[in-house]
C-alpha cells in the first residue's frame, strides 16, 4: 500500500457539509456587493514578487517572513502565492487600464497564503474577500465601504463587532511622525523588545501596533500621528467621522491603528471582536492613493477593505449564526431498480423545472428495503418522498408522500397530503414540490 498523504499543515479542505456554510456566505456576499455596485474582478494566484515587495514595503512582516516565493524553473523568474490581493487589484488595473473611462467599483474573493503558525482563524492558506474603489479620492467612498461592512454584518445577523478608525496622513506628514518617533523611542531603548529594536529604524510606525504587554505604556505616551496631520489630511478625517455619524455607526479612534502593509494613507479602519481571542480583526482596509504609481502606473486614489472568510465562519459559529444545512426538495424511492430507467428521465424533467430531487442509488443486485429508503428520504431533510412503487408505475404515476410539517408561516390546515401525481405531465405539478418561502 502506498504512503497516506495529507494535506499540508495549514491548508484545510473544506467539505460537506462545511463547504454548505461557505457557499451560502458566498451568496450573500455577492448579493450585497451588486446592491451596492461593485463588480467582480479575478486575479491570479501567482503574481511577480516584486508587486509585493514593491507594494507591501520591503521591511514589512509580510515580505520579510511570511511569503511563499520561489523561481520559475523554466524561465527563472521570481513568482509568490499571493498573501493579499489589494496589490493584485491595483497591477490588474494599470495593465488592462482599468480607469480609462472612470472609478470602478470591484470584489473579488479567493485563496491567499502565508507562511506563519497555523491558529484559530489564521491558516497558511486562507480566504479573503475584498471590496476596492479605484479612482474616487473623496471620504465618501471610505465611508461607502464602512457602510457596506456594517450592512453585512447586520444581514449576517453578526453582534460585538467594533469599528476603529483612524488617519495616517500623507506621507511628508508620516515622515515627521516618524522621526518624532524614532527621537521618542531611542530615549527609552532600554525598554524595547528585541522586535521594536528590529523596526527601529526601518518601520517605527508598526512599532505602535505591539501585542507585548510590557511595552503598551511606552507605546500608549508616544508621539501621535494624528498631531502631525496637516489641515487637508484632518478635513479628509472629519469628513469621514461626518458620514458615519450621519448615519448612526459608532467607532473608536485608534491613534494606534497603523494597519501591517506600507501603502496606506489617510483614513485607515479595523472591524473587530472579543470573541475569536487574539485573532480579533474580522474585517480592515483603508485608503492607499500611492499604490498605483509604486507599482508603474498613473497616479490614482484608492480606497477598499479585506475580511477573512475563515474569521467570519468561525464568529457565525461562535454566536449560532449559521444556517441549517440545505436539503432537497424531493427524494425518490426506487423499490425496483429494473424501473431506474423509467425513473431517471422523470427525475432530469423536474429537476429542470427548478426542482432539487436526490435519487436514491444501489447498485447492480438492487436498490434496498423500502424502510432502509425511507430511512434515507428523511435523513436527507427532504421534504417529500416521490414513491415510484410497481402499482405506481403500472398507473404512470407517482405517490407524492409528505416528510414534514408545515414550513415556519405556513398554515399548518394546509399541510400537503399524499396524492398521486402523473408521470406524463411533471410540469403540471413540479412546483408544488418546492418551498413557498425562499431558500
Given at each position: 500500500m502506498a504512503e497516506k498523504l495529507s494535506a499540508v499543515k495549514g491548508m484545510n479542505d473544506i467539505a460537506p457539509p462545511v463547504s454548505a456554510h461557505w457557499e451560502w456566505l458566498e451568496d450573500k456576499l455577492r448579493s450585497l456587493m451588486l446592491r451596492y455596485g461593485y463588480r467582480n474582478l479575478r486575479t491570479p494566484i501567482v503574481?511577480?514578487?516584486?508587486?509585493?515587495?514593491?507594494?507591501?514595503?520591503?521591511?514589512?512582516?509580510?515580505?520579510?517572513?511570511?511569503m511563499y516565493s520561489f523561481e520559475d524553473r523554466l524561465n527563472g523568474e521570481q513568482l509568490t502565492l499571493r498573501p493579499e490581493n489589494t496589490a493584485g487589484v491595483v497591477r490588474a488595473a494599470v495593465e488592462h487600464s482599468l480607469l480609462y473611462d472612470g472609478g470602478k467599483r470591484l470584489y473579488y474573493m479567493g485563496p491567499m497564503f502565508r507562511h506563519e503558525r497555523p491558529q484559530r482563524g489564521r491558516y497558511r492558506q486562507f480566504h479573503q474577500f475584498g471590496a476596492e474603489a479605484l479612482g474616487f479620492v473623496g471620504p465618501d467612498v471610505d465611508a461607502e465601504l464602512i457602510v457596506l461592512a456594517c450592512d453585512l454584518w447586520a444581514e449576517l445577523g453578526l453582534e460585538g463587532i467594533e469599528l476603529e478608525i483612524n488617519s495616517l496622513g500623507q506621507p511628508a506628514e508620516r515622515q515627521a511622525h516618524r522621526q518624532a518617533l524614532i527621537t521618542y523611542l531611542e530615549g527609552h531603548a532600554d525598554q524595547l523588545d528585541e522586535d521594536a529594536k528590529r523596526r527601529l529604524h526601518s518601520n517605527p510606525l508598526?512599532?505602535?501596533?505591539?501585542?507585548?504587554?510590557?511595552?503598551?505604556?511606552?507605546?500608549?505616551?508616544?508621539?501621535?500621528?494624528?498631531?502631525?496631520?496637516?489641515?487637508?489630511?484632518?478635513?479628509?478625517f472629519n469628513?469621514?467621522?461626518?458620514?458615519?455619524?450621519?448615519?448612526?455607526?459608532?467607532?473608536?479612534?485608534?491613534?494606534?491603528?497603523?494597519?501591517?502593509?506600507?501603502?496606506?494613507?489617510?483614513?485607515?479602519?479595523?472591524?473587530?471582536?472579543?470573541?475569536?481571542?487574539?485573532?480579533?480583526?474580522?474585517?480592515?482596509?483603508?485608503?492607499?492613493?500611492?499604490?498605483?504609481?509604486?507599482?508603474?502606473?498613473?497616479?490614482?486614489?484608492?480606497?477598499?477593505?479585506?475580511?477573512?472568510?475563515?474569521?467570519?465562519?468561525e464568529l457565525l459559529k461562535e454566536q449560532g449564526k449559521l444556517p441549517g444545512q440545505p436539503a432537497p426538495d424531493a427524494y425518490a424511492v426506487v423499490p425496483d431498480a429494473g424501473s431506474v430507467p423509467r425513473v431517471m428521465p422523470v427525475l432530469r424533467a423536474l429537476r429542470q423545472?427548478?426542482?432539487?430531487?436526490?435519487?436514491?442509488?444501489?447498485?447492480?443486485?438492487?436498490?434496498?428495503?423500502?424502510?432502509?429508503?425511507?430511512?434515507?428520504?428523511?435523513?436527507?431533510?427532504?421534504?417529500?418522498?416521490?414513491?415510484?412503487?410497481?402499482?405506481?408505475?403500472?398507473?404512470?404515476?407517482?405517490?407524492?408522500?409528505?416528510?414534514?410539517?408545515?414550513?415556519?408561516?405556513?398554515?399548518?390546515?394546509?399541510a400537503p397530503a399524499q396524492v398521486s401525481q402523473p408521470l406524463a405531465d411533471v410540469a403540471a405539478w413540479a412546483q408544488s414540490l418546492r418551498p413557498t418561502i425562499p431558500r
Open positions: 503574481e511577480p514578487t516584486a508587486l509585493f515587495v514593491r507594494g507591501l514595503g520591503e521591511v514589512t512582516d509580510i515580505v520579510e517572513k511570511e508598526r512599532i505602535l501596533d505591539t501585542k507585548n504587554p510590557a511595552m503598551q505604556a511606552l507605546v500608549n505616551a508616544a508621539p501621535r500621528l494624528m498631531d502631525h496631520l496637516g489641515a487637508e489630511s484632518l478635513e479628509h469628513r469621514l467621522r461626518g458620514l458615519l455619524d450621519a448615519h448612526g455607526i459608532g467607532y473608536r479612534i485608534n491613534p494606534r491603528l497603523v494597519r501591517g502593509m506600507d501603502y496606506y494613507n489617510l483614513s485607515v479602519f479595523e472591524f473587530v471582536t472579543t470573541q475569536l481571542g487574539s485573532q480579533g480583526t474580522v474585517c480592515a482596509g483603508g485608503r492607499y492613493d500611492g499604490l498605483f504609481e509604486q507599482i508603474g502606473g498613473k497616479a490614482a486614489p484608492a480606497v477598499g477593505w479585506a475580511l477573512g472568510m475563515e474569521r467570519i465562519l423545472q427548478g426542482v432539487q430531487v436526490q435519487m436514491h442509488a444501489g447498485g447492480a443486485d438492487g436498490m434496498g428495503s423500502m424502510k432502509s429508503q425511507f430511512k434515507k428520504a428523511d435523513a436527507s431533510g427532504a421534504r417529500f418522498a416521490l414513491i415510484f412503487g410497481p402499482d405506481e408505475l403500472a398507473q404512470g404515476c407517482v405517490s407524492v408522500k409528505p416528510l414534514r410539517g408545515p414550513r415556519p408561516g405556513e398554515d399548518a390546515a394546509e
